[in-house]
C-alpha cells in the first residue's frame, strides 16, 4: 500500500487551490500511471485549464520552466514548524495544451493551450501515460485513496484506453502510432523504456511504426539518446530494453558496435552459454536497479572488441579484443559526450576486465596498483558478472574480492618512503629517471622488500648508481 507522501500531499493542495479558484486540475501522466500500479511515483505533475501568469501568480513561490510549454513549477508550501518542506520537489503544474505541427522530430513548433482536458491527453505520447485522476473526486481522507485501488480507478478520467491498456501491459501510441513517432522520435526510445521497466509488451501497429522508423532516432541529440539509454541500462530491467530496442531495429541505429556481437560465436569450454550477444544480454540481466551508470555502460561494452577480432585459429580466439574493444568504447562515449570522469571509468573496466585471472599470479605490488583502481568495486561487480553470464566458476573473483577485503588501505597505498626531494637531497640531480626510480622503489615498498627511508635509498642506489 502506497503512503501518502508530502510529495502526494502537497500536490493534492495545489489541486485544491487551482479548482477553488474556479479552474480544471488533475494529476496527470506518469504519477497516475505509476499509482495505479501501486509504484510510488517519482514526481507528480498536474494538468490544469488556468494559464501559466494565472498559476505564477496564485501560489507564493513559484518558478516558470518551460514557458514556452507552459510548465510552472510550484513550490510547496512549508507547515508551520515544517522548514524543511523547502527540500521537497516542487510540483510542475502545466496547462492545458495542444502541441502544434513538429518539423524537426524533436518539438512542436508552437503550443496552443486549450481548455480541453482532453486534447491535453491527446499530445501525451502512450495511453498508459495518458491517464487524469482527480484525488478530491471522493472528498475521503486521501489515505483511503490509496489503500482502495478500486476507489482509485473510479477517479480516473481516461479518454484513450489508457486503464485497460495498463491491466492488459500494453504500450500502445495514442492516436496513429506512425505519426506520433513521426512528430517526435525520442518516443522510440521512451517506448522501449516502458516496455522494458514494467514488463509490457508494445502493441502491434506501435511496435511496426516504431520498426519503420527507428532510422529516424538521428534526429534526436546524442545526449537526450544516451540519457534514455542510460535510464533503461539502470532501471533493473536492462536485458528486456536491449532485447526490445534490437526488437524494434533502434539497436543498429544507436548502437552498431553492440548490434554486431550478434552471431559472433565464442568458444564453448569458456562460453557454454552461447554467443557474444547472449553473452552481454546474461550480463545486463544482472544489473540492479539504481546501479552505478559507469558499470552499467562497462557491463554493455566489455566485449565490444570481439566481434572485429573473432579469428579461428585451431579454436575460436579474440586476441586484442581489450585494445580494440578500448578504442570503440572511447569513439561510443565521445560520440554520447560522457563526461571524462564518466568516459575514463567505462574505459577502465573495459581494459581491465580480462585481468581477474592472472591475479593469483601477480606480484604484490601488481595486486595493490590493481586495487587502486578507481571504484574497484566495479571492478569487482563486472567480473562477477561476466563470470555468471559464462561458466558461473567465481572462484578468481573470490580470490581477488577476498584480497582486496582483507587488505587495510595503508597497505594498498603506503606513504611513500622516498619523494624526489629525497632524491634531490642525496645528490640525484632531478630528471625523467625520477619517476622511474620512484615506482621502482614504491614496487619494492609494495612487496615489503623496503620497510624504511634508509632502506628505500640504499635500494636506489644499488638499483640505479649513485649519486652524482
Ligand atoms: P518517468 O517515470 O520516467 O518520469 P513519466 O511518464 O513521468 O515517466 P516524464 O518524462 O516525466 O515521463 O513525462 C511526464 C508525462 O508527460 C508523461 O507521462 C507523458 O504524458 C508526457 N510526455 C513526456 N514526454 C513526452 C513526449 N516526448 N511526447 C509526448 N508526451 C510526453
Ligand atoms: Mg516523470
Not at 508551520?80 to 513548433?109: I, L, N, W
Not at 478500486?150 to 491491466?167: F, K, N, S
Not at 528486456?240 to 560465436?265: C, H, I, N, W
Not at 554520447?336 to 601477480?362: K, P, V, Y
Request: aromatic share 8%; charged share 30%; hydrophobic share 40%.
Amino acid at each position: 500500500m502506497l503512503p501518502v507522501t508530502p510529495q502526494f500531499d502537497g500536490a493534492c493542495h495545489i489541486l485544491a487551490t487551482l479548482r477553488a479558484a474556479g479552474y480544471e486540475a488533475y494529476l496527470a501522466g506518469g504519477c497516475v500511471r505509476d499509482l495505479l500500479l501501486g509504484r510510488e511515483p517519482e514526481d507528480y505533475d498536474i494538468a490544469t485549464s488556468a494559464r501559466p501568469e494565472v498559476v505564477l501568480d496564485m501560489f507564493p513561490r513559484t518558478f516558470a520552466v518551460g514557458a514556452h510549454f507552459g510548465v510552472v513549477l510550484v513550490a510547496h508550501e512549508a507547515e508551520p514548524g515544517q522548514p524543511e518542506a523547502a527540500s521537497h520537489k516542487p510540483t510542475e503544474v502545466a496547462t492545458f495544451r495542444s502541441d502544434g505541427a513538429y518539423s524537426d522530430g524533436r518539438r512542436p513548433d508552437e503550443v496552443r493551450y486549450t481548455l480541453s482536458a482532453e486534447e491535453d491527453v491527446e499530445r501525451r505520447d502512450f495511453t498508459i501515460n495518458g491517464l487524469l485522476l482527480d484525488p478530491l473526486r471522493g472528498g475521503g481522507p486521501l489515505e483511503q485513496l490509496l489503500a482502495d485501488p478500486e476507489q482509485l480507478q473510479a477517479d480516473v478520467i481516461d479518454h484513450v484506453g489508457g486503464v485497460a491498456d495498463l491491466r492488459a501491459g500494453i504500450v500502445r501510441a495514442i492516436g496513429r502510432p506512425e505519426r506520433r513517432f513521426e512528430e517526435d522520435h525520442l518516443r522510440l526510445l521512451r517506448a522501449v523504456r516502458f516496455a522494458a521497466r514494467f514488463g509490457f509488451s508494445i502493441e502491434p501497429a506501435t511496435h511496426a511504426a516504431m520498426r519503420h522508423l527507428a532510422h529516424r532516432i538521428h534526429a534526436v541529440s546524442r545526449e537526450r539518446v544516451r540519457d534514455e539509454l542510460s535510464k533503461m541500462l539502470t532501471e533493473g530491467r536492462a536485458r528486456r530494453a536491449f532485447e526490445l530496442l534490437d526488437d524494434t531495429d533502434l539497436l543498429v541505429q544507436v548502437l552498431p558496435e553492440v548490434s554486431r556481437m550478434k552471431g559472433v560465436a565464442q568458444p564453448p569450454q569458456f562460453h557454454p552459454e552461447g554467443d557474444v550477444w547472449v553473452h552481454t544480454l546474461l550480463l545486463l540481466e544482472q544489473l540492479e536497479p539504481g546501479c552505478p551508470l559507469t558499470l552499467a555502460w562497462g557491463a554493455l561494452l566489455h566485449d565490444v572488441g570481439k566481434p572485429p577480432t573473432f579469428r579461428v585459429v585451431e579454436r575460436i580466439r579474440f586476441d586484442g579484443h581489450v585494445e580494440v574493444g578500448m578504442a570503440i568504447g572511447t569513439e561510443i562515449c565521445r560520440r554520447f559526450r560522457f563526461s571524462n570522469d564518466e568516459t575514463r571509468q567505462i574505459l577502465a573496466l573495459i581494459q581491465h576486465h580480462m585481468r581477474f585471472a592472472d591475479a593469483g599470479r601477480m606480484k604484490a605490488s601488481t595486486l595493490k596498483r590493481f586495487f587502486r583502481l578507481e571504484s574497484f568495486d566495479q571492478h569487482l561487480a563486472l567480473h562477477k558478472m561476466d563470470c555468471m553470464a559464462a561458466s558461473g566458476n567465481l572462484d578468481h573473483w573470490r580470490f581477488v574480492r577476498e584480497r582486496y577485503e582483507a587488505m587495510p588501505e595503508e597497505e594498498v597505498r603506503p606513504a611513500p618512503l622516498l619523494t624526489g626531494r629525497e632524491l634531490i637531497a642525496a645528490g640525484y640531480r632531478p630528471g625523467p629517471q625520477f619517476k622511474e626510480m620512484l615506482h621502482a622503489v614504491e614496487d619494492a615498498q609494495l612487496e615489503g622488500a623496503v620497510t624504511t627511508p634508509e632502506e628505500a635509498l640504499r635500494w636506489v642506489t644499488e638499483r640505479f648508481g649513485g649519486a652524482g
